[in-house]
């Protein structure tokens, strides 16, 4: 059964600066500008605060007592540390959780927890408010781009799942948020600044601490950023690949008329780092008729040659007016074994949440059906 629950939480105070989500450096160049400090004092203070932030999970300055009072005053009266508001939470009867994060009045986000994924659990976290790409099988992608989110804005998500768990203060052995994926809204290496920014407050041993090993960012295939993205992050890489040749991922990926397969295939093999630790995911919905034939399997075995790769196999999510089906489970089944055997990894991804629209391809959907009937009703009500 699933479960609705209102989480709603402080937003930061109009006027004041929110040191939640912050780089070291950026809360450093605050302190140093609010209150005259030179650059030695200002990093000493702002290694205090980032690990009250990041560390402890302190969202009050009084609770910071290794900081003077007359300072925790001055803070007080210029900062805050403050968490986005989460305006709902849904618990899926499999353990997924899905929060919708309010940044700004009309604009939202949504993350999703999911349990038992990786070392303890995972988090799928947002870079985008809505997306460009219009992936025909995705229906995130139905929804305009309205803006990318800052840095802090994606750290953000991490710290209000992190409340939500009962995870402070960081750093556990019996931690229950062990990966990031950045597979949310909208595509994260068309907002690569933030994301890498976002990537070194998340992955800091003396903060948040979530390896980069454990930290996996999707793309699409924006081919120009993938390097960067390797030999400035060592974030893992995986690729929204779902078709083999060109013309089907044309209709399926239309980033696809822009950066072909063999330039993706090109980037993927350059990718820094590359090798049988640190291989590539890829992954591949499964649409019934579309792209799931035994031919298709051999094709996908064929393309990755020589590229150190584990593939996905995703069940395709349903949403309303979806042109697509899901191929049944002894078709994926038998697509995944051809996989197998040439030597590849191919798990098939069991649908986490799909009760609470928290799936692969659903995020944001289920929102704005909300909002939309409320409006309907209100223009009824005149």
Request: proline content about 4%; aromatic content about 6%.
């Amino acid at each position: 059964m699933m479960t609705e629950l209102d989480l709603s939480a402080r937003p930061a105070k109009a006027g004041l600066q929110n040191l939640a989500g912050m780089t070291r450096d950026e809360i450093a160049g605050q302190l140093r500008d609010a209150f005259g400090l030179d650059e030695k004092k200002a990093r000493m203070r702002g290694a205090q605060l980032w690990r009250w932030i990041y560390v402890a999970g302190a969202t009050d300055f009084a609770a910071m007592t290794n900081i003077s009072k007359d300072m925790r005053a001055d803070l007080t009266e210029r900062f805050v540390v403050a968490r986005p508001e989460v305006t709902e939470r849904l618990v899926s009867v499999d353990g997924t959780r899905k929060y919708l994060i309010r940044l700004s009045p009309g604009v939202e986000v949504e993350c999703v927890y999911i349990p038992d994924v990786g070392r303890a659990g995972a988090l799928c976290v947002s870079s985008q408010v809505g997306c460009t790409l219009a992936c025909t099988f995705c229906h995130t992608g139905t929804q305009k781009l309205v803006r990318n989110l800052t840095s802090a804005e994606i750290v953000n998500q991490v710290m209000a799942v992190k409340d939500d768990l009962e995870e402070w203060p960081s750093g556990g052995d019996d931690r229950r948020l062990s990966n990031i994926v950045f597979m949310g809204m909208g595509e994260p290496l068309y907002n690569l600044d933030n994301v890498e920014r976002a990537i070194d407050v998340i992955s800091a041993d003396d903060g948040i601490s979530i390896s980069r090993r454990r930290i996996t960012v999707s793309t699409s295939g924006v081919v120009p950023e993938m390097h960067r993205l390797g030999a400035e992050t060592s974030a893992m890489l995986a690729i929204s690949l779902h078709a083999t040749n060109d013309a089907l991922r044309d209709e399926l990926v239309p980033i696809n008329r822009k950066y072909p397969i063999k330039e993706l295939m090109d980037a993927c093999r350059a990718y820094p780092g590359l090798s049988n630790a640190r291989r590539i995911t890829f992954e591949y919905v499964m649409l019934k008729g579309v792209n799931d034939s035994d031919a298709e399997a051999r094709a996908l075995v064929r393309l990755l040659k020589g590229i150190p790769a584990k593939i996905n196999l995703i069940p395709f999510n349903p949403w309303p007016g979806a042109p697509y089906e899901c191929s049944s489970w002894e078709r994926i089944e038998g697509f995944a074994d051809i996989i197998s055997r040439a030597g590849y990894a191919s798990p098939i991804r069991t649908p986490r949440g799909r009760d609470i629209f928290a799936a692969c391809g659903q995020l944001k959907s289920e929102s704005v059906k909300k909002r939309a009937s409320d409006a309907r009703k209100e223009r009824m009500a005149l």
